[in-house]
Each structure stands twice: as C-alpha cells, then as structure tokens.
C-alpha cells in the first residue's frame, strides 16, 4: 500500500497533467482495452488511477468524431448532450484507426542518452532510455519532456533533421507538439511561415499517411527513400522504416500489429484533417463556401484564412477551442464539419481510393481563402505577454 505522501503526490501530478495539456482536438488519457493488448504494454499506475478518477487530461473529442465518421448513432439535435459516441469502446471505428487517430499527440519514441535527464517533482531521470516512451508507460517522463519542450520551444526550434544555430534535437513527441511536425495537427511550425507552404506540407504528409494506407507504400519501406519533399526535410537523415514510424516498440512482424499499419495511417490522416477544423489549429472562414469539390460530390468545406502556430499561443485558451463544446456548438444547425469530412474520407477508404483519387477532395478540404495570411498565433489564443511580432 502506497503513504499518504506518496498518493498525495500522485494526485497532485494528476492535477497537474489535467490543467496543462494542450494538444489537437482533444483526446482520452488511455486509448480502447485493445490498444493495451496492442502495443503489449500495461498502463502505469498513474493512468490507471487516474483514468478511473476521470481527471486525467480531456475528453476523447477526436474518438468521438471518428466514430461519428463511421457512423456512431445520435440524433444531431441531441449531440451536445447525448455522449454516447465518445465511450472510449464504442466500436464503430476500428481500435486500429483509433490508435492512428491517437498517434499524432501520443507516438511512441525513444531517447537518446543525452535526452532523457529530465528530472520531475524532485524525482531524477525519470526517463527510462531502454523503453519506448508512451504516456501509458512512461507518464512522469512524457509530461516531464512535453514542459520542458514547451519551455525551450520560446526561444529554440525543435527540430529532427534540419539541425541549426538556433535549434535543438527533438523527439517525435516534443517535435509534434512545439516543433518541426506541427503540420500534423494542421498548423504551421513556427509564425510568419505563407500558408501555401503550410498547406504543402500538410498535403505532403496526407499524401504519405494515405499512401501507406491504400499499400502503395510498404511498411518496411525507408523513410528517406519515399519521393516526398517534406518526409525528405523531416526525416530524411533517419534510418527510419515506415513501420518504425508508426510502431516503434512493437514494430516485429510477431506483434502483428504491422498487419494493420494501413488502418493506423489512415487514422493518423483523420486526425490531421480533423485538426484543421479547431478554431485554435486553423481560422477558416465563418461558413462552408455551398460549393462542392471539382471531380466529387463532397461539399467544398470553409476556406482557411490562417495557420496558427502554437508556440507563442496561451495554453488555456487554446484548449477551450479544442473541446467537446466547441466541436458541438453547431451542432443543432449542421454536422460539424470535422464530422462531415471524417465521413467522406471513410467512404473514400472504404471505395478502396489510392492516393490519386483521395488528392482532388484533400486538397478541396485545405482550400485557402482569398484573405489568407501569415501564420500566427491568431489574436484570440495569443499569449498576453507575446510580441505581436510572434
């Protein structure tokens, strides 16, 4: 049995990870009982407890909008409330795809040696370098790094392959969140980058997660030597395998997990589409264009005016625009868009669509405006302290 002052330093950390996470659309501590068997890995006691207590980070908004994708059952007039959908095992979406909707804020990692002294509520090197690093495994490690990126990220650029003066070496996990990836949540990687770079970058990696999805890139294919401009910028100086990428710690043909990396990318595609429907992701314009996609019968979604970047946005007020309100507050007039497009995407997988047939509708989705701007960190997330020039 556990002191008093250890549980109390256990739930002070919950508390802690609960008011200070700021991801995508939000997603649940602990993924589906079959992510579990998945990755062969139990959860620690930390997100165990506090999966049960229900503190633990948010709601599993980006489930919830896959399952709706693959058309979970609610009345739309009754979405706000009725949350069925959002149960961590519904169902309607594969547990592969869920993982894949997961993996773009949670991908498992390792550390260098140089990496993983992090020290944590006066605990020192709380990171294990002979384990790959999950929040579900390694949860002190994981929030000790995700702070200590988030501290860096103000004044240094968190890079993989692309090494300068002013930058330093990040993880997949530090990379995603505050560096060089954040086109993986539809947002550009730093401010004042043109939105017409964002969005190559965006639909270079769609272009890679689909086609690892519809098998016209195999798994054990080497990332460097995919012919894609921005897998080459980001991870062309690794020795990474695709299924490297997506699996690392359970990458050995035994897990058979590397069976299902088509439904895990096209997950991981969801979630980047799905992002760029967070207010504090992208600024698209107030309403849907009414017009539909060249070559579909898909309607053409809002136009995107901004890019946000969110190294110079307020944690706070990034995240009350990721949450379950936000994505239903329409939800009486219209299907969230996020929802809509969610569906439309499964229909393309389920039709069997190669990349050459899901590109005209990817790029559809990620129209721009004509009042298009630099990134930011938009006016209404800006931290009170930042320059205007961040």
């Known amino acids: 049995m556990k002191s008093l002052h250890a549980s109390r330093g256990l739930a002070l950390t919950i508390l802690l990870l609960a008011s200070s996470w700021a991801g995508a659309f939000q997603i649940g501590p602990l993924g589906t009982k ?13 997100a165990r407890i506090a999966g049960t ?3 633990l980070i948010k709601t599993p908004v980006h489930e919830e909008i896959t399952h709706l994708g693959k058309w979970c059952h609610v009345d739309r007039a009754n979405l706000a409330t009725d949350t ?7 169902g309607f979406a594969s547990p592969y795809v869920i993982y894949g909707v997961r993996w773009n804020d949670l991908p498992p990692f390792r550390l260098d040696k140089d990496q ?8 020192k090197n709380v990171c294990r370098l ?13 929030y000790c790094l995700f702070k200590d990126a988030g501290r860096k990220a103000q004044s240094k650029a968190i890079v993989g392959c692309n090494k300068t003066a002013n930058s330093i070496p990040g993880n997949l996990m530090t990379r995603s969140h505050f560096g060089d990836l954040q086109f993986l949540h539809g947002m550009a990687n730093a401010a004042d980058i043109h939105p017409v770079d964002t969005r190559a970058q965006i639909l270079d990696w769609l272009e890679f997660a689909w086609k690892v999805s519809s098998k016209e890139i195999t798994p054990q294919t080497f990332l460097k030597d995919i012919d894609n401009p921005t897998i080459k910028l980001h991870f062309g100086c690794t020795e990474w395998k695709v299924v490297d990428l997506y699996l690392l710690g359970r990458q050995d043909p035994a897990s058979g997990l590397v069976t299902q990396i088509r439904e895990i990318a096209f997950g991981s595609v969801l979630h980047t589409v799905q992002d760029s429907f967070a207010a504090a992701h992208t600024e698209r314009e107030p309403q849907p264009t009414g017009e539909q996609c060249e070559g579909s019968s898909f309607a053409m979604p809002a136009r995107i005016v901004e890019f946000h970047a969110y190294g110079a946005q307020d944690g706070g007020l990034h995240d009350h625009d990721d949450s379950r309100d936000a994505m239903t507050a329409l939800a ?5 868009e996020a929802v809509e497009v969610t569906r439309n995407l499964f229909e ?4 069997g669509a190669k990349w050459a047939d899901a590109s005209s509708y990817l790029q559809c989705v990620f129209t721009l405006s004509e ?3 630099m990134s930011s960190p938009g006016e209404t997330y800006r931290r009170s302290s930042t320059p205007r020039g961040q």
Do not use: I
């Open 348 to 351: 393309l997988q389920s039709d």
């Open 371 to 373: 009042r298009r701007r």
């Open 84 to 90: 069925y959908c959002s149960g961590r095992d519904v």
């Open 53 to 55: 207590l229900g503190v």
């Open 332 to 336: 009486k007039e219209r299907w969230p």
């Open 34 to 46: 079959h992510e579990e068997r998945l990755t062969n890995e139990s959860n620690s006691t930390l």
């Open 130 to 142: 002979d384990q790959t690093v999950r929040f579900s495994t390694q949860p002190a490690c994981w």
């Open 116 to 123: 993983g002294n992090c020290d944590y509520m006066g605990q």
